[in-house]
């Protein structure tokens, strides 16, 4: 079945610092990919999404591209602040998920990041 | 904009107990789907409904139930409560389109079985 795997953390960086968080998945169709942000003692929020090879996701300063060749939606930000320490889960929609579940969103493990002044 | 809502957003019960969940989706959306959340884990597919029928169904243990109302709202109901059920439960719903476009959650109800 389709899957979603992102690297662990707890990531912790000092403000103003380059940020990737991995992310690579299996899925059986052409799965739509998503990166939402939990922050703490709040539910989950959409961050960015790309719904086809090639597209780039944006929002609040935070880019994925959706990497076909390499599964890949690794999440990016140039340049952190304080108020992005949250954990981030990578996840992805695949409507063609026969035998799976179809529609539903699949998630990673979740990465903490923790952003220090 | 309307949200989703979920109530309560917190509920203390003890084991073997019964609890039940309510969400209410945005406006016109058709689609509900329930997660489960343990502490420190990545949100679980438990059950999900569209057009007041089940449309798939998860890791959701045979002591949970759940349904959709005519006006859309779903309730998670909950009986014999295991310790291993404390865990923060969302909802999220969707129309047409948001399998591509992400669905919204609401806040979760933070379960806590003692």
């Known amino acids: 079945g389709d899957s979603v795997t992102q690297m662990e953390g707890p990531v912790t960086l000092s403000e103003e610092a380059f940020l990737t968080i991995n992310c690579t998945y299996t899925?059986?169709?052409?799965?739509?990919l998503f990166w939402y942000v939990q922050y703490p003692g709040e539910g989950l929020q959409l961050l960015l999404k790309a719904t086809k090879a090639d597209d780039k996701g944006s929002n609040k300063g935070f880019e994925a591209t959706y990497r076909k060749e390499t599964t890949s939606f690794h999440l990016e930000k140039g340049s952190v602040q304080v108020s992005d320490s949250a954990v981030y889960f990578c996840?992805?929609?695949?409507?063609?998920?026969?035998?799976?579940?179809?529609?539903?969103?699949?998630f990673g493990k979740g990465t903490k990041l923790s952003v220090k002044p | 904009a309307a949200g989703v809502i979920q109530s309560p957003r917190h509920l203390i019960k003890e084991k073997r107990e019964t609890a039940t969940l309510k969400c209410y989706p945005i406006p016109r959306h058709d689609t509900v789907y329930w997660y489960q959340q343990g502490p420190g884990q990545d949100p679980q597919f438990l059950i999900s409904f569209y057009e007041k029928m089940q449309s798939d169904k998860g890791s959701i243990p045979d002591r949970f139930s759940a349904q959709q109302f005519s006006d859309y709202h779903s309730e998670l109901n909950m009986s014999s409560l295991e310790l291993g059920d404390s865990a923060l439960y969302f909802c999220?719903?969707?129309?047409?389109?948001?399998?591509?476009?992400?669905?919204?959650f609401g806040s979760g109800t933070r379960l806590t079985v003692v």
């Open positions: 999220a719903s969707g129309g047409a389109g948001e399998a591509y476009y992400g669905y919204t």
């Open positions: 996840a992805l929609s695949d409507l063609m998920n026969y035998g799976g579940s179809q529609g539903n969103l699949i």
């Open positions: 899925a059986t169709g052409y799965p739509s």
